[in-house]
C-alpha cells in the first residue's frame, strides 16, 4: 500500500521536468537565433523555412482539434439554444472589443505621431505596392468561402472557419440522435485523444523551430530598420500591453474576479510559443487544451477560441490604426479625425475577409488601404521591415484577447466550473503535458470538471 501511494505522485512530476527543459530549450533557442540574425543576418534568413515548418506542424493540427472539440461538447448537450447563445454572446463582445482596440489604436497614434518626417523614395512605394495580395477577399466572398466544397475540403484546406461549420452541424446532428450517436461520440474522443497526443510530440521540435524564426526575422529586419521606426514600434508595444493589462485585466477582474497575471502565467508557456514562432496560430490547439482543463466547458472553448482567431483580432486593429496614421503622417498627408474614423471601420471590416491571408496585419492593411485610401498605399513599404517584430506583439495580444474572452463567455454563460478554475490557477491540478487532456487517470472524477463525455453528459446536460 505504502509502496503504491509512494509511487503515484512521481510520473506526473517526470513529466513536468521533461516539458520544463524543453522550454528552457525554446527560450535558449530564441536567443541564439537572435544572435545569428545579428551576426550573419544574410545566413540566419535562409533559416526562415526550418520556423515555418514548425507552424505548419502544427497548423496541421488545428482542424482536427477544432472538429473533436465542438463535437464533443456540443453532442453532450440537451439544448442546442446554449450553444446559440454562445456564439452571440461571443461575437457581440468580439466587436465590441475591436472597436474599443480601434479607439485606443487611434488616441496613442494621434499623439505619437510617430511618422512625422520621414521620406517616402520610389523604393519604398514599390515594396508597399508589393504587399497588396491579390488572394484577400472582401467581405462577400468571405462569408461565401464559410461553406466548404465537401465535408472533407474544410480539414484539407485548413480553414478554421469552414472546419467551425462542418463541426457545429455534426455536433447538432448528434445530438439529435441521441443515445443512437454516443458511439459516434466516443469514437471522436478516442480520435482526439490520439491527435492531442500527435500534438505534445510535435511540440518537442520547439527549440529548432524557434531558432530558425527567430534568426530569419532579426536577420530581415536589420538593425537598422528598428533604429529608424524604434518609435513607432516602442509605442505599439506600449499600447498593447495597456490594452491588455488596463482594458482586459479589468474586464477580466469584473467580471470573473480573477488576476490576469494569475491566468497569463497559466499560459506562460503558450506565450514562449507565439514569441518564438510570430505566430499566434501555433498556440491555438494549446489554448483549446488548456481552456479546457481550466473548467471552462467545451462548447464555449470551441465556438468562442476558433471564432475569435478570425473575429477578435485586438492586437491587429490597433495595429492597422495606428500604421494607418503613421503612414499618413510619413507622406506629408495627416488625416483629420473625420477621415480616421471611416478608415478604420472599413478596416475593422476588412480585417474579417483577410483573416485566412498568411502574414494578414500588412496583407490586411494594404488590401484596406488600396480600397479606401489608394493614396497611402506608397507608404506601406516603410513598415515592411519592422512588420514581423510587430507581429509578435500583435500575436501575442491577439492570443491574450481570445484567452480573456474565452473565460469572460464561460463566466456570462454560467459555462465554468470556477472551484475548478482556482485549483488549477493555483497547481492544485496540473496540466498534463504528455496527453493535453485529463484522461490520464491520475486523479478522480472532480479531474474530469467541465469536460463532458459522451456517455455521461456532464456538466452542461444540467443546463
Known amino acids: 500500500m505504502t509502496s503504491t501511494a509512494d509511487t503515484a505522485p512521481a510520473a506526473p512530476r517526470a513529466k513536468r521536468d521533461r516539458t520544463h527543459y524543453l522550454y528552457i530549450a525554446v527560450i535558449i533557442a530564441v536567443a541564439l537565433g537572435i544572435a545569428v540574425g545579428l551576426i550573419a543576418p544574410d545566413f540566419a534568413v535562409e533559416l526562415k523555412p526550418i520556423g515555418t515548418g514548425f507552424v505548419n506542424l502544427i497548423k496541421m493540427m488545428i482542424s482536427p482539434i477544432i472538429f473533436c472539440t465542438i463535437v464533443l461538447g456540443i ?7 446554449k450553444v446559440g447563445a454562445v456564439g452571440g454572446i461571443a461575437m457581440v463582445y468580439f466587436l465590441v472589443m475591436s472597436l474599443v482596440a480601434l479607439a485606443i489604436g487611434l488616441v496613442v497614434g494621434n499623439i505619437l505621431e510617430p511618422g512625422t518626417g520621414l521620406a517616402i523614395t520610389d523604393a519604398v512605394k514599390e515594396t508597399g505596392h508589393a504587399q497588396i495580395d491579390s488572394e484577400a477577399k472582401d467581405t462577400t466572398e468571405f462569408l461565401l468561402g464559410i461553406i466548404p466544397t465537401t465535408i472533407v475540403s474544410a480539414f484539407t484546406q485548413g480553414e478554421v472557419l469552414q472546419t467551425l461549420l462542418v463541426a457545429l452541424l455534426c455536433g ?25 497526443r500527435v500534438l505534445a510530440m510535435i511540440m518537442w521540435a520547439a527549440p ?106 485586438d492586437g491587429t486593429m490597433i495595429y492597422m490604426t495606428m500604421a494607418s496614421l503613421f503612414i499618413a503622417d510619413a507622406m506629408g498627408t495627416p488625416m483629420s ?14 480585417s474579417k475577409g483577410a483573416a485566412g491571408v498568411t502574414g494578414a496585419g500588412l496583407a490586411t492593411l494594404a488590401g484596406g488601404l488600396q480600397s479606401h485610401k489608394p493614396a497611402l498605399v506608397d507608404g506601406i513599404g516603410l513598415i515592411v521591415g519592422i512588420d514581423r517584430f510587430m507581429s509578435e506583439a500583435r500575436a501575442l495580444t491577439n492570443f491574450a484577447g481570445n484567452a480573456v474572452a474565452t473565460v469572460l463567455v464561460g463566466t456570462w454563460t454560467k459555462e465554468i466550473d470556477k472551484e475548478r478554475v482556482d485549483q488549477v490557477l493555483t497547481g492544485r491540478i496540473p496540466f498534463d503535458e504528455k496527453t493535453l487532456l485529463d484522461d490520464h487517470g491520475t486523479g478522480g472524477p472532480d479531474d474530469r470538471a467541465g469536460v463532458p463525455e459522451p456517455g455521461g453528459e456532464k456538466e452542461l446536460a444540467k443546463a
Open 75 to 81: 453532442g453532450s448537450v440537451r439544448k442546442a439554444a
Open 172 to 196: 447538432f446532428a448528434l445530438q439529435a440522435m441521441g443515445n443512437a450517436g454516443r458511439p459516434i461520440l466516443r469514437g471522436v474522443e478516442h480520435i482526439q485523444r490520439l491527435v492531442f
Open 208 to 313: 529548432i523551430g524557434a531558432f530558425g524564426a527567430m534568426a530569419a526575422v532579426t536577420g530581415s529586419a536589420g538593425v537598422d530598420a528598428l533604429k529608424s521606426l524604434a518609435v513607432l514600434m516602442l509605442g505599439f508595444y506600449v499600447t498593447c500591453v495597456l490594452f491588455v493589462f488596463l482594458v482586459l485585466g479589468a474586464l477580466l477582474r469584473i467580471v470573473a474576479g480573477l488576476n490576469i497575471l494569475t491566468l497569463f502565467k497559466y499560459l506562460g508557456r503558450e506565450f514562449l510559443l507565439i514569441l518564438s514562432t510570430s505566430s499566434s496560430e501555433s498556440a491555438l490547439p494549446r489554448l483549446i487544451a488548456k481552456m479546457e482543463h481550466l473548467g471552462v466547458s467545451k462548447p464555449v472553448v470551441g465556438i468562442t477560441v476558433p471564432t475569435g482567431y478570425s473575429f477578435n483580432l
Open 337 to 350: 479625425l473625420g477621415e480616421q474614423i471611416p478608415l478604420l471601420l472599413f478596416l475593422l471590416v476588412a
